[in-house]
């Protein structure tokens, strides 16, 4: 099976500030970049992958995109605009005339860090997210169940728009079933304008002793609200690191769609992604077989 690795991280803490990688999360306080990726691509049959950002920052977006106009199995970007800005259009406009500007899929904010839960509802992001549907790129929701009600009534309002919900909206795997939280997704699910990444499941686990078991409740429940034909797979790499090597995030992911016909399979795993995030390579004709 053909593989798009839908949702990747690279970074390098000597250029950028990533404040959360205290703790637990320690670990990942070193550099990450495409010659310690590419291994796992290849034992995997990865053909294609999209980069996500991590930081509220147009430097690392820029750089990404250069990343992947040198890199062909980087076929997309999902980068970081400031959103309560007035010249989201602009800042659109300048990322897509750099070098692999034409690699920009889609814009994501780390929703999940504001305080306010109803971040995404403010009226300069309402009318940011109006730029987005006129560029035509996606918008990852970076969420958890706490603003799962907001992001509701944004993709409600914006149904021009492509939404990615990341992670299935972290659900408590290790502390356990949260009907607030399956509860949110299936309300999420109704819009027809949002997809849902299968992905970062492993380390909303117990790190240290999760089996595809405990993960498989919450596929099968975010497969039953979203359907085969709008989830698509994601790594999270190398956050997954700190739960599972990618090739047993891969394996795990192939497991727990091991119920679904080779066709319902392939969607998840590889059509899906790129029929939502749409990048260039992808039309020319340089990935598909």
């Known amino acids: 099976m053909r593989v798009v690795d839908a949702h990747h991280h690279l970074w390098d803490p000597?250029?950028?500030?990533?404040?959360?990688?205290?703790?637990?999360?320690?670990?990942?306080?070193?550099?990450?970049?495409?010659?310690?990726?590419?291994?796992?691509?290849?034992?995997?049959?990865v053909a294609a992958t999209i980069v996500v950002q991590v930081r509220a920052d147009l430097a690392e977006t820029v750089d990404l995109l250069e990343l992947a106009s040198c890199t062909p199995e980087v076929v997309g970007v999902v980068g970081w605009v400031d959103l309560t800005s007035t010249d989201v259009a602009g800042?659109?406009?300048?990322?897509?005339?750099?070098?692999?500007?034409?690699?920009?899929?889609g814009l994501r904010h780390a929703v999940a860090d504001e305080s306010d839960p109803s971040w995404l509802l403010r009226e300069d992001v309402d009318a940011a997210m109006r730029e987005v549907a006129?560029?035509?790129?996606?918008?990852?929701?970076e969420i958890t169940s706490r603003e799962l009600p907001a992001a509701t009534t944004l993709v409600r309002r914006h149904a021009d728009v492509r939404f990615v919900l990341d992670h299935g909206a972290k659900p408590p795997v290790a502390e356990g079933w949260s009907q607030r939280w399956a509860d949110g997704v299936c309300t999420l699910a109704e819009s027809p304008n949002v997809w849902c990444k299968l992905s970062g499941l492993v380390t909303e686990a117990s790190w240290s002793e999760w089996r595809t078991a405990d993960l498989q409740p919450y596929v099968d429940h975010l497969l039953g609200a979203f359907g085969v034909s709008r989830a698509l797979f994601g790594s999270d790499w190398p956050v997954c690191e700190l739960a599972a090597p990618y090739d047993q995030v891969v394996a795990a992911a192939v497991e727990s769609?091991?119920?679904?016909?080779?066709?319902?399979?392939?969607k998840i795993m590889y059509d899906n992604a790129l029929n939502v995030y749409r990048p260039s390579r992808i039309s020319l004709g340089e990935v598909h077989s």
């Open 257 to 266: 769609l091991s119920a679904l016909d080779d066709g319902d399979r392939r």
């Open 91 to 105: 800042q659109v406009d300048r990322l897509r005339g750099g070098i692999g500007g034409e690699h920009l899929v």
């Open 14 to 45: 000597e250029i950028g500030e990533y404040p959360w990688m205290t703790g637990d999360f320690e670990p990942l306080r070193r550099r990450y970049d495409v010659t310690d990726l590419l291994p796992h691509l290849v034992a995997n049959g």
């Open 134 to 141: 006129a560029s035509g790129l996606t918008f990852d929701l």
